[in-house]
């Protein structure tokens, strides 16, 4: 089978400094040029970038659009490839990604999304490889949706469905949900992990470090800087990544994974609930109802702390968002150490 036509959808919201570089790396594949198209969309002007856009045959996008989601519906609507692969200004490809993954989906007929495990960068340039990532040599293949239930517990405990720069996905699983994709503002790489699952398709991660990702001070979402800033950027966009993962669970259509998502993602919906002031309790009541009735027939146990802050939620919402805020600052703090030691054990070894 002939290698599949690649687009490649660069993003960027008011950062400036490392698209070029970002940029760079994506014209400077191993697959040949006339492989792959290149289409980026930002939100501001910038008449030396912008010129340098136009003389490298690459679709420049200007946007008005904030949310992270709106901005790859606009790059996959502009663009023509069979397979889509996405990079968030701040990181950079490798040399040989786009000839790996296009060989892959060319092996692999039933491949829906393919996920590479990704470097980190330091902000003084020295790389480590992410921590605790799992990888599959071979596709994860779903005879039904009910395999595909059967496997998703496990996969979401991994670095699969996370991280949009590692992502790459065959254009019929993602063309007919644009709409849905521009309201997500911070959890885009969930509902493209999402929306490649179905009965018949694979999908694959591997051994290749394909992705260089930044990690420095003022990024939304990484743990760079003194704990009080970082607990306050991480707070912020949890609180945005949230309110998406409760649109994403409204917007899965595949009845089995729709039944099965409350008890696959127990933790997941109910932050998502207790983040959000306006949640319906009535609504909440009724998933955990099914959720501990369903439950109840297995041998599956509860997480004690999920059925404290569940019954606390019921009595009194206001409450459960303070206990819950105490949790999060303890996880936030435990991660953050524990980051803040591998980028000093790093340094001292630089």
């Known amino acids: 089978m002939l290698n599949p036509h690649v687009s490649v959808i660069v993003v960027a919201h008011n950062r400036r400094e490392f698209l ?3 940029i760079d790396s994506v014209l400077s594949q191993s697959l040949d040029r006339n492989s792959y198209e290149v289409v980026v969309v930002k939100n501001f002007r910038d008449p030396e970038l912008d010129s340098y856009i136009e003389e490298h045959g690459i679709s420049g996008i200007y946007t008005d659009e904030v949310p992270v989601g709106s901005k790859l519906a606009i790059g996959i609507k502009n663009s023509s490839g069979d397979i889509i692969a996405f990079l968030e200004d701040d990181d950079e490809f490798t040399a ?22 990704e470097t980190v960068v330091l902000e003084n340039g020295s ?16 005879s039904d949706s009910q395999e595909i239930f059967r496997r998703l517990g496990h996969l979401l405990t991994t670095r699969l469905p996370f991280n949009v720069s590692c992502m790459a996905i065959r254009r019929e ?33 591997d051994m290749e470090e ?30 945005l990544a949230a309110r998406d993962r409760e649109f994403i669970f409204n917007s899965i259509t595949d009845p089995v994974i729709k039944k099965n998502f409350w008890k696959i993602n127990s933790w997941i919906v109910i932050e998502s609930v207790i983040r959000n002031p306006a949640a319906d309790r009535k609504k909440l009541f009724k998933l955990g109802r099914d959720y501990l009735r369903d439950v109840s027939k297995t041998s599956e146990r509860l997480p004690p702390f999920f059925i404290a802050i569940f019954v606390v939620y019921l009595i009194s919402p206001g409450l459960s968002r303070r206990i819950f805020a105490v949790f999060e600052w303890i996880r936030v703090s435990n991660q953050w150490k524990s980051l803040t030691e591998i980028r000093m054990k790093r340094n001292a070894q630089d």
Do not use: C
């Open 96 to 117: 040989k990604k786009l000839e790996h993954l296009s060989s892959l989906f060319a092996r692999y007929p039933n491949l829906t999304l393919y996920r590479n495990p």
């Open 173 to 205: 699983m993602i063309e007919g949900k644009l709409q849905d994709l521009a309201r997500i503002e911070r959890a885009p790489d969930l509902f493209i992990f999402y929306s490649s699952l179905a009965p018949g398709k694979s999908i694959l991660t």
């Open 20 to 22: 070029r570089s970002a």
């Open 127 to 142: 790389e480590l490889s992410y921590i605790n990532r799992e990888k599959f040599g071979e596709p994860i293949d779903f």
């Open 210 to 239: 394909l992705t260089r990702m930044r990690w420095y001070a003022s990024s939304a979402s990484r743990m760079i800087g003194n704990f009080s800033h970082v607990y306050s950027k991480r707070k912020s966009f949890s609180n």
